[in-house]
């Protein structure tokens, strides 16, 4: 179920590109569920959607109207970027995130194993509002500790950042809608969070992953207070076997966690492979990237990131 407003709504073209991407990936046997519809966008795709042009994310909590939608719709995975119109109006961060919390436990009343995909949401900066870049900012820094506190192994809240590398000037028609470079930037972001739910298969215990072999390199992509940018290069060492699975172990740096994860599927600090990159054949490497935060003062991060295959 794609939840939120007229971002995630009409016309929302980035569900179709994530759509599209998704069945060229393997992943056909999905169904986008939602009681609203729209085929405005380019490309052919499964346009149901609950994306209410206008819709606050508190007034659709107070209102109780996901519930119904829920019922209709009966979703395993919502993936949400809401609130861009209660930031707007100038709603305090806790009261957006009360409303959150309220949406999250509908969603698990609806379905106990839920699965919900957040948004860090895309930066606005509309002419008549002159105060929602930053607001928008300072929203988002909260996204990541609300998740945490309310994530279970049952029902995991992932945090997608859909902010970083997104420029309203750039990537929205009117300062707020995405066009296409920005729907392709949306369901870029959205497509390894989300495949990484659909990764077929069991994927077994992570930290019983085999006796494979393989190694893991860490590089810091990009460092900024407060956070960095990470990538792991995963090699399988072995000059003629076949591995089918890897498992990644991080050892962060104090104070520093993981708040998204691309290419992977995390469970705490391990990430195993996605349902497509588990397969490496002798000599050949693959990737994941994450996100990270740490304390504002912290040095360059160093990550030690151990693999074990089968």
């Not at 956070?227 to 060492?237: A, C, L, S």
């Not at 104070?255 to 497509?276: C, D, E, Y």
Request: proline share 7%; aromatic share 8%; glycine share 10%.
């Amino acid at each position: 179920m794609p939840l939120g407003d007229s971002i995630t709504g009409s016309p929302g073209c980035w569900r179709s590109l994530l759509w599209n991407q998704l069945q060229t990936a393997g992943y056909t046997d999905i169904d986008f569920v939602g009681t609203l519809n729209a085929q405005s966008c380019a490309l052919a795709h499964d346009a149901d959607n609950e994306g209410h042009g206008g819709f606050q994310a508190t007034a659709t909590a107070d209102q109780n109207l996901l519930p119904g939608w829920l019922a209709a719709t009966r979703p395993d995975i919502v993936v949400m970027h809401f609130g861009t119109n209660d930031v707007w109006s100038s709603i305090a961060p806790d009261t957006v995130l009360a409303a959150f919390t309220k949406l999250v436990g509908q969603m698990r009343a609806a379905n106990p194993s839920m699965k919900v995909l957040v948004a860090q949401l895309i930066p606005i900066d509309p002419s008549d509002c002159a105060g929602c870049a930053a607001r928008t900012v300072a929203f988002n820094q909260r996204i990541p500790a609300w998740a945490r506190g309310i994530s279970t192994a049952q029902s995991p809240v992932t945090v997608v950042d859909q902010w970083t590398g997104f420029d309203s000037a750039t990537d929205t028609y009117d300062g707020v809608h995405p066009n296409a470079s920005g729907d392709a930037k949306m369901a870029a972001r959205w497509y390894p969070a989300l495949s990484a739910l659909l990764a077929p298969g069991d994927p077994g215990d992570p930290g019983d992953p085999g006796s494979g072999g393989c190694s893991a390199a860490f590089r810091a992509v990009s460092v900024w207070q407060g956070g960095y940018q990470g990538e792991i290069t995963v090699t399988n060492t072995s000059s003629t076997a076949v591995i089918s699975s890897w498992s990644v172990n991080l050892t962060l740096p104090a104070g520093s966690r993981l708040t998204q994860v691309w290419n992977g599927a995390p469970t705490g600090t391990t990430v195993r492979n996605a349902g497509w990159n588990g397969t490496v054949t002798a000599g050949a490497s693959t990737t994941f990237g994450f996100l990270a935060s740490t304390p504002p003062a912290a040095d360059t991060p160093s990550v030690t990131a151990t693999c074990s295959a089968s």
